[in-house]
Every structure is written in C-alpha cells, then in structure tokens.
C-alpha cells in the first residue's frame, strides 16, 4: 500500500511539474522581455547587431495598456482573441557607433531618401517568416525611426498563423542589402514558445 501511494505522489508531482506556470501581468511582461526565455535572440555582425523578440498575443495586449496597474478582464480576453489571428514580432537593428541605418553604404545624396522610402514601405518585400512548413510574408509592418535619439532601429512585424505549427520553430529572414549584408537570420525556438507561462489575473 505504502509503494502504491509513494508512486502516485510521485506520478502527481511529475504532473504538476508539466503543468504551464501562471504570471501576474508584471511579472508575464518581465518573463516575454527576458532573453534568458528565449523569446528574445539577437545575433552580432561587424557593425550592427539583429535582435528578433517573439510576443504572444497576451503580451501584446497588455503592452496596449501602458502600464496599467489593474487590467480589465473582458477587454483583455476579448483584445488578447483578436490578436492571436496573428503571430506578433518586433525586429531592432542595432548600429555600432559611426554606423547609420539611413546614411551608411550611399552613393548619392538621393539615395538618403530612397533608404528612407525603404524602409518605410519597401522592406517588407525582403522579410520573411520560415514557420513550418510554411513560408510567410508580413501581414503587419511599421518602421518606427530613431531620428538619432538612440542605437536602435525598429520595426513592427506580424505575420499569419500557419496552421499545424503551433510548436514549429520561428525564423525571420531579412536580406540586408542595405547594409551590406547577404541574408541574416534569426530564430526564436518552437520550444521556448511552447514553456511560455499562463496570463493569471
């Protein structure tokens, strides 16, 4: 009887291991920003540095609120159902000192503007999202520029939900031409999607 019942205590333990771990608001926030977790890569290159952040769809919501202390439970459910339609990213592009997203490897002073016309609306044609099976152009894209107020260069991404790839790895191909570059890749494991923790209110 006594080894019957060490066995299911240990049978329920290895259960309760497996079962997805619940956040509060802060602390899923801190947990999705954390690199550690995997949601976060970034990859150096000789002068600028990629980084790709994955951010589920409650994360995304929650960053909607601006730092509201007690989120409401409706909107967020309802806000968080909306936006998983979509696979949610945001890419930085990273310039050492010196270096210039807008300004580096030109020619003539017009292509200072064409750089600009680039990565405002351009660039998508050069991103793509391997999922899977499944190679996936940007649904969603928005360049928020520095305007030299710090290193990084932003951009907003989203891409459409592959279907059967819930558990595949996520991995962002840019050709960066523009910055002298062949192709560069970033990959946020399958994996750590999968271990993400629960939203707990």
Same mark, same amino acid.
């Given at each position: 009887?006594?080894?019957?019942?060490?066995?299911?205590? %240990?049978a329920f333990g290895m259960?309760a291991? %497996?079962?997805p771990? !619940?956040l509060?608001?802060a602390d899923?926030?801190?947990?999705?920003?954390?690199p550690s977790? /995997?949601l976060?890569?970034?990859?150096a290159?000789?002068?600028?540095t990629?980084?790709?952040?994955?951010?589920?769809a409650?994360y995304?919501?929650?960053k909607e609120?601006?730092?509201?202390q007690?989120?409401?439970?409706?909107?967020l459910n309802?806000?968080?159902s909306?936006?998983?339609?979509?696979?949610h990213?945001?890419?930085r592009?990273? %310039?050492?000192?010196?270096?210039?997203?807008?300004k580096?490897?030109?020619?003539?002073? !017009?292509?200072?503007?064409?750089?600009?016309?680039?990565?405002?609306?351009?660039m998508?044609d050069?991103?793509?999202?391997?999922?899977?099976?499944?190679t996936l152009a940007?649904?969603?894209?928005?360049?928020?520029?520095a305007y030299d107020?710090?290193p990084?260069h932003?951009?907003?991404?989203?891409?459409p939900?592959?279907?059967?790839?819930?558990?595949?790895?996520k991995?962002l191909?840019w050709n960066?031409?523009t910055? /002298?570059?062949g192709p560069?890749?970033l990959?946020?494991k /399958?994996s750590?999607?999968?271990?993400l923790? !629960?939203?707990y209110?």
């Amino acid at each position: 009887m006594m080894r019957y019942l060490i066995v299911s205590i %240990c049978a329920f333990g290895m259960l309760a291991s %497996c079962a997805p771990e !619940q956040l509060q608001p802060a602390d899923y926030r801190a947990y999705v920003d954390d690199p550690s977790h /995997g949601l976060r890569v970034s990859k150096a290159m000789p002068k600028h540095t990629f980084e790709l952040h994955y951010r589920p769809a409650p994360y995304v919501a929650l960053k909607e609120l601006r730092g509201a202390q007690t989120p409401d439970t409706t909107w967020l459910n309802e806000r968080t159902s909306k936006l998983k339609n979509l696979q949610h990213f945001v890419f930085r592009v990273k %310039c050492s000192p010196g270096e210039d997203l807008l300004k580096g490897h030109l020619t003539e002073e !017009q292509d200072y503007y064409n750089r600009i016309d680039y990565y405002h609306s351009y660039m998508p044609d050069d991103l793509r999202l391997i999922d899977g099976q499944d190679t996936l152009a940007p649904a969603l894209f928005h360049y928020e520029r520095a305007y030299d107020i710090g290193p990084y260069h932003t951009f907003v991404l989203a891409f459409p939900v592959a279907e059967g790839s819930e558990s595949s790895d996520k991995e962002l191909i840019w050709n960066a031409w523009t910055l /002298g570059y062949g192709p560069v890749h970033l990959r946020v494991k /399958g994996s750590a999607i999968e271990q993400l923790p !629960q939203l707990y209110l």
